[in-house]
């Protein structure tokens, strides 16, 4: 772990093995942004609950990374969510915890969107997440 700007930041160097686990050739990885605003909670309050959840993060069905997104100027928060194909992806939005996410009272204006990822070039450019295209 380092420090950047007062923004922790998380060295992914032990994932290697876990991208391309049960992968198969055409499976093409997905990314997901979410943002939201806080709502009648610091970023304190906040920072602590997400510390809570994060080991429900870490265990959900192929999920690959999350990056916790934060810019208290404007008041967004989020996470930029790396999925191992578009069907994980779907399995969370469909599921238990985005749902609570979604319904969370604490946040607002809470806002999706899911993008497609090219493997190859992305293999490219993260040399510590493994990526078979």
Same mark, same amino acid.
Do not use: A, C, I, M
């Given at each position: 772990m380092t420090r950047a700007g007062g923004v922790l930041i998380v060295l992914l160097t032990d994932a290697t093995p876990a991208m391309g686990l049960g992968r198969r050739k055409g499976d093409a990885m997905h990314a997901q942004v979410i943002t939201f605003g806080l709502n009648g909670i610091t970023e304190e309050q906040f920072r602590e609950a997400c510390g809570a959840d994060a080991p429900t993060f870490a265990s959900l069905p192929g999920l690959l990374a999350k990056v916790w997104l934060r810019d208290p100027e404007t008041n967004t928060y989020g996470g930029l969510y790396l999925w191992d194909d578009q069907e994980a992806y779907e399995r969370y939005i469909k599921g238990e915890v985005f749902n609570a996410i979604k319904t969370d009272?604490?946040?607002?204006?809470?806002? *999706?969107?899911?993008?497609?990822?090219?493997?190859?070039? *992305? *293999?490219l450019t993260m040399p510590r997440l493994r990526v078979d295209a």
């Open positions: 009272q604490n946040l607002k204006n809470v806002e *999706s969107r899911d993008f497609g990822v090219f493997d190859d070039l *992305s *293999s």
